[in-house]
């Protein structure tokens, strides 16, 4: 059974930085691309960051692109999420996901639990 845990969440000031993790267990971390989503109150889940099983290949929603860093350790089965220049509107549940990547779209197959990030103004 696949396993995904996030932690790194928490309240911050607009312009700061948190560092999101999911460990992953359960699957070959390895053999999968990684995702991230998030999901603002009254809106609808939608994606932040992918990453490709080597690494080597990352996209970004255009929202976040110059501000966020998706990375992974696969020796740590771990996927990271560096959000850095933090604003009110990047409030909301970021969840971790595990799944494939072709089309140019990423396509979650698992989900964590999420953890909360706020940024106040």
């Known amino acids: 059974q696949v396993q995904l845990v996030e932690s790194g969440g928490g309240l911050v000031q607009a312009g700061g930085s948190l560092r999101l993790s999911c460990v992953a267990s359960?699957?070959?971390?390895?053999?999968?691309?990684m995702g991230w989503y998030r999901q603002a109150p009254g809106k609808e889940r939608e994606f932040v960051a992918r990453i490709s099983p080597s690494g080597g290949s990352t996209s970004y929603a255009d929202s976040v692109k110059g501000r966020f860093t998706i990375a992974r350790d696969n020796a740590k089965n771990t996927v990271y999420l560096q959000m850095n220049g933090l604003q009110p509107e990047d409030t909301g549940i970021y969840y971790c996901?595990?799944?494939?990547?072709?089309?140019?779209?990423?396509?979650?197959?698992?989900w964590g639990q999420g953890t909360q990030v706020t940024v106040s103004s």
């Open positions: 996901s595990s799944g494939a990547y072709f089309g140019s779209k990423f396509f979650p197959s698992y």
């Open positions: 359960g699957r070959t971390f390895s053999a999968y691309d």
